[in-house]
Structures are given as structure tokens and as C-alpha cells.
């Protein structure tokens, strides 16, 4: 997918895979439109990164959901319009690893292959990244939601940046939230 430093540029900055390393589709959060471009955020380093593409390029979806993540008051809180779908208590990030603040979005579902694992049943990849580690478990140190084999560690900077919820929550969550979900991180 061609990826552009403005509107109405010539030559695409960059580009992205469709599909993404994991095989789920690219999917981006739009910030603005301006004629037929969207300026949308983008799934790479740093975070925060927006770029242009066409909008005739992507299929534009809407939706009423979204979700708000206070890392001091460890909560997850999920919205559908106005009206509050989840509230959780979550793990965080520690001192060493924190949890970075921002605006993000859900770009992939993944299902670990142990349920009981420390991923939990599933895990969403977050746009976002650690700011302290590059990689992690061979992976770019993508930033994710995941269930946790240590409902004790819920309410605790635990983590190395992922949000831990319960496994009986993000169960709840997956038939409920799709691709491109906005996720606002605050301290």
C-alpha cells in the first residue's frame, strides 16, 4: 500500500504490506480527510506517525466503538458511542518497560496457540510500539491486549508494555470489537 508524505504528492514516501507480517489485513485509523486523501495513522515507528493515502486505495469503515486505557488508575474502559460496553481493571507496564501514551488503534486479532498461556486466548496487536525495547519475543515490540495466566498481577505494573486483562474480558471483547478500534492511552 503506498504510503505518502502529503496529499496530492507524486511519488508515495513509503510503503506498507497488505496483509500485514501476520497475515491480517493493513488497516489504518483515519485523522482527517482532505478531497481524496485520508491522513491516517500509521502501524510503524515512531508512534504517533501519519501519512496520506488515496482514498480510493482503501475501503473506509465506521463504527461506534472505541476505547480508553488510563494507565495510573489501571483501567481499560470500552465505549460503544456513548455508552460503556467494558470496564476492567488491566496490567500495565513497569518502570523499565512502561506502557507508552497515545493515540493507537487495534490492527490485528491474534490467537495464541495456548489458551492458558500468558497471552491468553487472544491478543490484539495495537499501531503502537515500546519506546525502550526494539523487539520482543521475536517480534518489533508491538504494543498489545492481551489475556494473562496471572489474574493476581490485574491492577499492577507487570508488563513490558502490553495491557493484561482477564481472560473472561478479552473474550468479551473479540466478538465485539473489530480492526481499527481507536485506542487512547493516558497516564
Known amino acids: ?39 491516517v495513522y500509521l502501524p510503524v515507528r515512531p508512534n504517533g506517525s501519519t501519512g496520506w493515502v488515496r482514498a480510493a486505495d482503501v475501503s473506509v469503515v465506521s463504527h461506534p466503538y472505541s476505547m480508553d486505557i488510563a494507565l495510573g488508575a489501571h483501567r481499560l474502559v470500552v465505549h460503544n458511542g456513548d455508552d460503556v460496553v467494558l470496564d476492567e481493571p488491566i496490567a500495565v507496564g513497569t518502570a523499565d518497560t512502561p506502557t507508552p501514551g497515545g493515540v493507537y488503534y487495534i490492527k490485528e486479532l491474534l490467537q495464541p496457540p495456548d489458551p492458558s ?40 505494573d507487570v508488563s513490558h508494555g502490553c495491557i493484561r486483562l482477564r481472560n473472561e474480558a478479552i473474550l468479551e471483547l473479540v466478538p465485539v470489537l473489530p480492526l481499527g478500534t481507536p485506542v487512547h492511552i493516558t497516564a
Open 117 to 156: 498461556g500468558p497471552y491468553g486466548p487472544y491478543a490484539y496487536g495495537l499501531s503502537g510500539f515500546s519506546n525502550v525495547l526494539d523487539e520482543f519475543n521475536g517480534g518489533d515490540g508491538v504494543i498489545g491486549i492481551h489475556g494473562t495466566n496471572q489474574p493476581e498481577a490485574i491492577g499492577t
Open 1 to 39: 500500500m503506498p504510503v505518502y508524505a502529503a496529499a496530492g504528492d507524486g511519488e508515495p514516501a513509503s510503503s506498507l504490506d497488505n496483509p500485514n507480517e501476520n497475515g491480517a489485513p493493513l488497516v489504518f485509523l483515519v485523522e482527517q480527510q482532505q478531497g481524496d486523501w485520508l491522513n
